[in-house]
């Protein structure tokens, strides 16, 4: 069975910083793309950010572009979202997913919250 486990949200302050653990088990992870999106209250879901299966290629959404940075551990089956200069917009639950053709499993989600 596989499963997606978040971790590492929190309440951080204006310009602080956070990482986003996904822990996962019960799949090929090296054959998966996995990525991070984000729910805001009231809005759809937002793509932030995805790698490749073999982790050489990855892509942000613009609005956390040069701030947010994803990486996977191929031996411990985590990805991660490092997030610097957070903002108050980057409030949200975020979510793990992970990919393979027409295959798809989210993870629960973490609650990150930028205020001061």
């Known amino acids: 069975q596989v499963q997606l486990v978040e971790s590492g949200g929190g309440l951080v302050q204006p310009g602080g910083s956070l990482r986003l653990s996904c822990v996962t088990s019960g799949l090929d992870f090296n054959l998966y793309i996995m990525s991070w999106y984000r729910q805001a209250p009231g809005k759809g879901r937002q793509m932030v950010a995805s790698?490749?299966?073999?982790?050489?290629?990855?892509n942000y959404d613009k609005s956390v572009k040069g701030r947010f940075t994803i990486s996977r551990d191929a031996v411990k089956r985590i990805v991660y979202l490092q997030m610097d200069n957070l903002k108050p917009d980057d409030t949200a639950v975020y979510y793990c997913?992970?990919?393979?053709?027409?295959?798809?499993?989210w993870g629960q989600g973490t609650q990150v919250t930028v205020s001061s």
């Open positions: 997913k992970a990919r393979r053709g027409s295959r798809e499993n």
């Open positions: 790698i490749s299966a073999g982790g050489d290629q990855t």
